[in-house]
């Protein structure tokens, strides 16, 4: 295990975007999150960490792998953990945010896991809680969890997250996964080049330090790694896209679109994937995907998240 003296100057109490994190705060959780990761193999993940702790999975959205990750990573460290979903809470009932927050005060919560469709929620709950917060994807806005597992999954595979070039792919509009990728990597020192159609990438996106592309077979030339992201259409009001066999002729990634990119060039999705609208079924079980690496890196690195957050607060 990396001793808790490696992390004694980082005393960020909360999780609420990488925007504006530091690289060594990065490769320090992203280090902790690989000893995890060697641990959980070999099934001995220390359950004292967590011990006599409260987590509360706090979910204003659907999620099933988000919200199955925090609850094992949590679990396999001793944490006592409660699932909350909106449709059993006196939300529907009328109750304000904050005052979910109050109540969830009051029971002294330590860990506060949050997802919401409204960009900035975790933060506005982070000034009113006592609890270490964690941003479990908040609207359009970021999803650091999420890209710190995808960044973990690369530095695995190629040994590093310096001087990449990464090609995230599609609905960026909508992503709150994109987001937080796109400040992880240019952080670390990789190169991001974003590539969908105009309706779903905006020029915006520029001030980030990314390339764009609208055609995808320039913009997978030679990347090192291909993101993949969902269709996002729940979060759109008017039809930004042809139809999904449209979609899958221009942005779709098949064998022929992968074979451009770099040769053993990682295929990555943040899940849950619609075959055959973003990405070829055949494609996504490659010996190329790293899909359920991405997965089993997920658990590794909330259990790195969570314990981190949790020696912050005990040390102020
Ligand atoms: C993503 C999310 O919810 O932002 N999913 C996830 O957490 N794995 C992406 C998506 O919903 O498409």
Not at 139 to 161: K, S
Not at 193 to 214: D, S
């Amino acid at each position: 295990m990396t001793s808790s003296s490696s992390h004694k100057h980082d005393t960020t109490r909360h999780l609420l975007g990488l925007e504006g994190m530091p690289p060594d705060r990065i490769t320090s959780l992203l280090d902790l999150a690989e000893n995890y990761a060697q641990l959980n193999r070999s099934c001995a993940a220390p359950r004292d960490v967590l011990r006599g702790r409260t987590l509360i999975n706090l979910f204003f959205e659907d999620s099933t792998r988000t919200r199955t990750s925090f609850e094992l990573a949590g679990k396999r460290l001793g944490a006592d953990i409660v699932n909350m979903s909106v449709s059993q809470s006196s939300v529907n009932k009328g109750e304000t945010l904050l005052d979910t927050a109050a109540t969830l005060n009051a029971m002294r919560t330590d860990l506060l896991v949050v997802r919401h469709s409204q960009s900035g929620t975790p933060t506005l709950l982070a000034r009113k809680v006592d609890a270490s917060v964690i941003n479990a994807g908040d609207g359009l806005h970021e999803h650091p969890t999420q890209a710190l597992l995808d960044g973990l999954t690369i530095r695995r595979h190629l040994g590093t997250l310096e001087s990449l070039t990464v090609a995230i792919c599609g609905d960026i509009a909508h992503s709150r996964v994109a987001r937080s990728n796109i400040h992880l990597l240019t952080t670390m020192g990789s190169t991001v080049r974003l590539i969908g159609p105009p309706t779903l990438v905006p020029k915006t996106f520029k001030q980030l330090g990314v390339n764009i592309y609208h055609h995808m077979d320039e913009g997978v030339k030679g990347v090192d790694v291909i993101m993949m992201l969902r269709l996002q259409r729940e979060r759109m009001s008017t039809g930004l896209v042809p139809s999904a066999r449209e979609y899958f002729r221009f942005w779709g990634l098949d064998r022929k679109r992968l074979n451009l990119a770099r040769k053993n060039a990682l295929v990555m999705h943040p899940g849950p994937m619609n075959r055959g609208i973003e990405i070829e079924s055949s494609v996504a079980d490659s010996d190329q995907s790293v899909i359920q690496q991405q997965v089993e890196m997920g658990v590794a690195v909330r259990m790195a998240v969570l314990d981190v957050l949790t020696r912050n607060k005990d040390t102020p």
